[in-house]
């Protein structure tokens, strides 16, 4: 979250939309594969110099 510096309710809403990869669940906790978050960090840099 605070690599994309959006807030939490922002967070699920990408996640719903199937916008931004979804977390793994570990026991109650959700956590992001990190190079699932660089990759779509990537793809966000490539659409803005590609636009």
Not at 30 to 48: A, F, G, K, M, P
């Amino acid at each position: 979250m605070a690599r994309l510096g959006v807030s939490n309710t922002t967070l699920w809403r990408l996640i719903k939309s199937n916008t931004i990869p979804t977390p793994r669940k570990l026991g109650r906790l959700n956590r992001w594969v990190e190079s699932d978050i660089n990759l779509y960090i990537e793809s966000l840099t490539s659409q803005t110099t590609t636009a």
